[in-house]
Every structure is written in C-alpha cells, then in structure tokens.
C-alpha cells in the first residue's frame, strides 16, 4: 500500500510486475500433493480485471485451484472464507524462484497430520489434552473469531483500463480543440497547448464557424496593435501626452482582483468583450500570476508593459491625480470603464447593441466560458509538468475519475463533519460513489474489477482523510477498487501567493478532466473546473450555520458560471426587471438563486 498522509493515498496497488505481461506466464509446480499441472496468468486486459487462471485437479482436495495453492507449500482444504489471503495472496507476489524441498512438504504434511489428530474437532478431548501440560489459554478457541488481518485492503494489480488506449481511441487527437486554436505556436515554449486533448474527452461541443473567424481576425488585430509593436509605441506615447490613443487600436486593460477564479472567469468575459468592441486586450500580470499561463495569441503578448502601468494608475480612482484612472477618464484619454469582478456572459446577451453579435458567435449558449476558456487558459510548462505527473502517478490508470471540489467559506460556523454528512448523502443518492459493505472484512478478487480514483480538492486534509479511511476500512459493496488523493492542503487562503496560485490552477484543471465532478456552490474554482472540462456537476448546497438542504445537492442546469450580480433595473423602462425570465436560455442558479447562468434553448 502506498500512502502519504494529507497530500494523498492509493490503495490496492502492490502488484506483482509478472501480472503486467502481455503474454501468459507458465509456472511449474511442485506439490506434495501434486496439485496443478500449470496455470496462466493473463494481466493488462481490456477492462482491467483480476488473473484468468486455469482450474487443475488436485489430488485429494476436491474444490482448490491451482490458482490458490499459488506454488506455496499450502494443503488444500481449508475453508477459504474463514482467510482469504492464504489461497490469494499469491495473486499480488511474484512467483518464488525458491521453491520448497520434498522432504519440507512431507515434514508440513506430517505436521499436520498430527495437528489435526490432536487438535481436530472430532480428537480434543481431556485425555489427549492432560498429554500437553502447556497451556492453550492464549490460543483462539473454535467458536471465536480471528482477526487474520483481514481488515486490510484487498491489493488489486494494475489494471489494463479503458484510459490505456484512450489516447488512441477513447480520445483521439484534437489539438487545435476544433479550430478554437490556431497552428504554428512554437509546441515547446507551451507543452499544454496541443497536448491537452490527450488527457480529456473530444469536446462535443464545437465552435461555431463565426466565433473561429472572430478569434482569427482577433489574433491578426493584436499582432498588429499588441505590446513592442509601431502601432502600440504609437498609441502609448499619445497616452503618455494625455490625448489618447489613435491609429486604429483601441486597448482594453485587465487589472487582477480576489482568487484565482474569480480572476479567469472574469478575464475570459472581458476578453469576450474585446472581441465584441474590436479592442485589444492587455492584462496586468501582477507577481502572483507570473508563471501560470501561456501566452495565449500566436507572435504576440498580452501581458500590459510595465510601463504602461505607471503612466495610468489604475488603481487610482481620484480626479485630482493627473495620472489616476479618474482623472484620465474624465478627460476622455480612457474612453470607458468597467469593473472586471461583474463581468460575466450573461450581460452580453441582455444588452441590446451585442445581443445579436453574441448570439452568432455562441448559437449554444452555455458553451461561452467552455470555448474562451480553453481558448485563453494554457498551463504554463511549469504548472502543465505538475497536472500531468499527478495525473499519470495516480489517476491515469482509473476506470474511472471523479472529483470533489469541497469549499468551506467559514470554518467558525460550518464544521467539518458536517460538509462531510452532506457530500456522502450526495454521492450515496446519486450513486456517484459505492457504499462500502460493513460485513465483509475483505472481498475477494473478481475479473473486470472496475477501479475509481477519487481527486479531493480543499484547503483542508479532514475530507481526504475521512474518505479514505472509509474506503480503506471495507470493502465496496460493488467490488470497485478506490483510490483517494489531495494534491495540497494549505489550510488557509492567501491572496497574492503565487505558489498557491499555481497548485489552485493545477488543481483546477486536473478537476476539469475528472469523469464525474462534485462542486460546492458560490464557488467560482468549481466554475471554472466544470468550465473548462465541459462538465454538469452535482452541486452541493451551501452550509450557512448548520442549516442543510435535502436533498444536499442538485445536478446543475449547464456548464457555465454563476453570474452573481446580474442587473436587476430596467434603465430603459425605467422599472425593477426579473433576469432570470427574459430568455429561455438565462436561468436562475441552482446554487445561488438570484445569480443567473446560460443554458441551452430547450431547457
């Protein structure tokens, strides 16, 4: 068993590496009681299950397998269900080069032969006992009950699962994700941008052709306009002189507030936004975002020079500073203002001048984030290396992948225990996870044995150590193998941390390629998971005080984010409006029930 307490766990994994092998492996056996002639051992077959092996006659045992004698010097006939691992352990060893004498297995068999006269139920009595004056009060009596070590996890070997061949077959390759992407980026400068695809599901989501011409006219515009480019020295240095830029290219400038989530969602919408109003957009790239993403446009950068920021601070909104934000939007050196923490889709759609525009280029209307998500959002080389050596190391192998993201907002009024009630009743009712079965110690092997990897995302280790301490104490019911791991725990959020940002970004996208994702509502690190792996999560209400829902979660309406503040006047007619009801496809959250989402038009 491998297992690293708070970061994660593996269970059933010491596997014999013969089992691994294509081809059958032959053994010959040795028995006193002549019990097999051969048997074959099958590993890395298409559903990832236990040995095929070939039943032998045994002589003098009636019902063992060759299979659970195993080479060792065992004598057939004890009741298996009474210890399992005496018959199976050999499946989980490589098979002995050592192998016992003939005259060792007429001493075991003599042995116990006197054993069983001695002891055996129909020969204890006082007289053959008064024979041993050594006291047999230490030993287990006939009618108690052993601890054979049977409470331990059954050792499952690797399994030949449906992700083997996935990058042949069950995701063939699509680097440019349908054309969201274009050709010609330098492929070792951003490892994750053509190689992503290898990790998820083909999307069946596609862009249209009219988003895909928009982000190609986009590219040509920033390289043209972009940071060290004539036309952007040109606009800066009218900027600089206090009349605004010109020549043709107009700059819309990001500045990075709250988490990390918060941060993507609302730079996938102001990008969004660039698009719909031909701007260029620059980001601000402050020391706790260094390092996390690829430049997302091909021969260009959207990261807003240094410079630039000290000719407009942004961050100050006084009139009276010459340079402050204020102050040069008064003057109409910045033509317009927007506070990113708001933007999400859905306004765009509620606004008369881009309504039909945004229509076009998402006829699905929950697909916004989807497309520009993965559009904008590469893992640098840095933070790609960390999602892929977690997911090879512990997730690749599973049937499959479910994720929890778990999200506690205040741990002073919401215990532990009682997010932990929550999410099993969640995944008990909606059969996400297996129950475990309390009556069996162990179960025993099956073929086709299906295997789940279970990713916990949360600042803290009580989830992943509850979870895993269930699934390792029992058995499931289904005969699934578990497996439970958490990438970090660092207890506490720490805004402007950049090292937490990068394990938050790993974490995220290593959720968005899960199979199954559970979420904590309000949550934008959810969002953005289920985002960009074009997942319907089950959403797991809030917990205010100790007041729980029933049912604990709901599977949600679409892929897309929870708009939080959606406009709730009507400037026009001058009245208070419900935007929840204006189009079929905005709906209210089913987490936050005055936020808005997209859905698609027949829901």
């Known amino acids: 068993m491998h297992a690293h307490r708070g970061n994660h766990i593996e269970y059933f994994r010491n596997y014999s590496p013969s089992l691994r092998s294509e081809s059958p492996v032959k053994v010959e056996l ?14 890395g077959d298409a559903g990832g299950g236990a040995a095929q092996t070939e039943k032998s006659e045994v002589a003098g045992s009636g019902n063992v397998t060759s299979q659970q004698l195993v080479d060792e010097p065992f004598a057939p006939g004890h009741d298996k269900g009474s210890c399992l691992s005496r018959y199976e352990s050999g499946l989980y060893r490589k098979l002995s080069s050592h192998k016992p004498s003939p005259y060792l297995f007429s001493k075991l068999g003599s042995n116990e032969s006197l054993h069983h006269n001695l002891f055996g139920p129909n020969s204890y009595n ?8 050594f006291t047999l009060s230490s030993q287990t009596g ?30 063939p390759d699509d680097k440019l994700l349908g054309g969201l992407l274009a050709p010609g980026f330098d492929e070792r400068s951003c490892l994750s941008r053509y190689r992503s695809s290898l990790f998820r599901k083909i999307s069946p989501h596609k862009p249209s052709s009219y988003l895909l011409s928009k982000l190609r006219r986009y590219e040509d515009l920033h390289k043209r306009c972009g940071p060290r480019t004539k ?20 700059y819309l400038v990001w500045i ?5 989530g918060n941060r993507m969602i609302s730079l996938a919408s102001t990008f969004l936004y660039a698009l719909l109003t031909d701007r260029v957009l620059l980001v601000e790239v402050g020391n706790d975002m260094s390092g996390l993403f690829c430049e997302p446009f091909p021969n260009s950068s959207w990261i807003l020079p240094k410079s630039f920021s000290h000719t407009v601070e942004f961050r100050n909104h006084y009139e009276r500073y010459a340079r402050g934000y204020g102050n040069q939007l008064k003057n109409g050196i910045i033509n317009e203002s927007m506070e990113s923490i708001n933007i999400l889709p859905p306004p765009f759609f509620l606004t008369p001048t881009f309504n039909q525009e945004v229509q076009r280029m998402f006829p699905e209307r929950e697909t916004v984030f989807h497309h520009l998500g993965r559009y904008l959002f590469h893992p640098s080389n840095e933070a790609w290396g960390r999602i892929i050596r977690f997911y090879q190391a512990y997730l690749a192998n599973a049937d499959e992948r479910i994720g929890l993201q778990i999200r506690v907002f205040n741990t002073k009024t919401t215990k532990a225990q009682t997010v932990l009630d929550e999410l099993f009743k969640c995944t008990q009712k909606e059969k996400l996870l297996p129950q475990v079965d309390p009556q069996n110690p162990a179960a025993a092997p099956i073929q086709n044995q299906r295997s789940k990897a279970i990713l916990v995302t949360s600042l803290y280790t009580e989830f992943y150590e509850n979870i895993s301490n ?13 497996g439970v791991y958490q990438p970090s725990h660092d207890e506490t959020q720490h805004f402007g941390d950049n090292m937490q940002n990068m394990k938050a970004w790993a974490e ?3 959720l968005s390629m899960s199979d199954v994702l559970v979420t904590s509502g309000w949550s934008t690190f959810g969002y953005v998971a289920q985002g960009l792996g074009g997942l319907k999560p089950w959403v797991l209400y809030k917990i205010e005080e100790e007041h729980t829902r029933n049912p604990s979660c709901v599977r949600d309406l679409s892929m897309e984010p929870c708009f939080h503040h959606p406009p709730t006047y009507d400037c026009r007619r001058k009245k208070k409006m419900n935007a929840g009801s204006l189009f079929p496809y905005l709906k209210y959250c089913e987490d936050l029930n ?8 027949h829901q």
């Open 256 to 260: 990075p507030v709250n988490g990390l």
């Open 470 to 482: 269930t699934y390792w104490a029992k058995p499931t019911v289904t005969g699934e193998v578990i």
């Open 142 to 171: 006939p009618d108690e009950k052993q601890d054979n070590g049977t409470s331990a996890p059954e050792f499952l070997k690797q399994s030949g699962s449906r992700n083997d061949s996935s990058q042949s077959s069950r995701m």
């Open 594 to 601: 005055w936020g808005v989402k997209l859905v698609s038009d």
């Open 30 to 43: 040795y028995p006193r009681y002549r019990r097999s002639k051969t048997f074959k051992v099958n590993g």
């Open 126 to 133: 006082k007289t053959i006992a008064s024979a041993f004056p």
């Open 508 to 510: 995220m996208y290593l």
């Open 231 to 250: 036309s952007y020295k040109k606009a800066f240095k009218r900027l600089k002189s206090g009349h605004g830029s010109s020549g043709g290219c107009n």
